[in-house]
């Protein structure tokens, strides 16, 4: 059993030009990205927005993180191939691979933010865009826990095979057996958790005073003011592609409605 698709969501620290960044340009990105991904059904134009994706994942040195991360939803590519396939009669493995490359882009592009934006400063981004601090905090409490769950779900995996569990069972009726194994420790050691946390968060007064000061503060640079307008200039030159040109010839796509 595989969790290599949760590296998608733990941060890394590197020194890039997408790492440096302001997490309000990386959230925009991603929202872009989605939105263009589910603009399409056809082939080749998700291809084309997928292969836009590339250079920023090499840019910010996430190549090894996103391939492992490509990797860990296989078993869920498979499912929809064979399920699309079987099940719609024209062109079903051509909307199978259109669909497996709609979520390849969605995933690639919060890859993008989730191993590129410190917690911290996630934080401080939904409260710039005057989000209130609690949910702010809850949510970048959640982003640092995603790491934190999975490496407690691998402990967990090992902690069974080493007494005697397979794990590694083929067939679909095997893997979703082996969940219950993981998931019903790994939902205990959660609620354990969150009380934790509860706690910490309450011996500390968390919540009595509505104003905050912050060690530091985030600003939009030149370089995020760019970035930003090119991906919305991006994402109008699409939806207007769409409007125009909804159909499209049989050798470019393979067209399906909307």
Do not use: C
């Not at 296989?74 to 909307?95: A, H, P, R, W």
């Not at 069972?169 to 969940?179: E, M, P, R, W």
């Not at 030159?237 to 010839?249: S, V």
């Amino acid at each position: 059993m595989s969790l290599e698709f949760l590296n998608a969501f733990k941060f890394l620290k590197k020194q890039s030009f997408v790492h440096k960044l302001d997490p309000r340009t990386k959230l925009l990105l991603a929202i872009v990205y989605t939105i263009n991904a589910l603009l399409y059904t056809e082939i080749i134009p998700l291809f084309l927005v997928f292969l836009t994706l590339i250079p920023l994942i090499l840019i910010g040195k996430l190549f090894k993180q996103w391939i492992k991360s490509i990797r860990g939803l296989s078993f869920l590519y498979l499912i929809i191939i064979i399920l699309n396939t079987l099940f719609i009669e024209e062109k079903g493995f051509s909307f199978a691979i259109s669909m497996v490359i709609r979520i390849s882009i969605m995933i690639s592009a919060f890859s993008i933010f989730f191993l590129t934006v410190d917690p911290n400063e996630l934080a401080l981004s939904f409260i710039s865009m005057k989000i209130p601090y609690e949910f702010a905090f809850s949510f970048s409490l959640a982003f640092r826990f995603v790491p934190t769950i999975a490496m407690e779900a691998q402990n967990i995996i090992d902690a069974q095979q080493s007494r005697g569990f397979e794990m590694q069972k083929k067939g679909i009726l095997s893997q979703i057996k082996n969940l219950f194994p993981l998931l019903v420790p790994l939902i205990i050691s959660s609620i354990k958790r969150a009380f934790n946390v509860a706690e910490a968060l309450e011996s500390r007064a968390f919540g009595s005073k509505k104003k905050r000061s912050f060690y530091f503060t985030i600003k939009f640079s030149l370089k995020d003011w760019v970035v930003s307008i090119f991906l919305l200039f991006f994402l109008i030159l699409l939806i207007y592609i769409r409007i125009q040109f909804n159909f499209m010839p049989e050798w470019f796509a393979w067209s399906f409605p909307i």
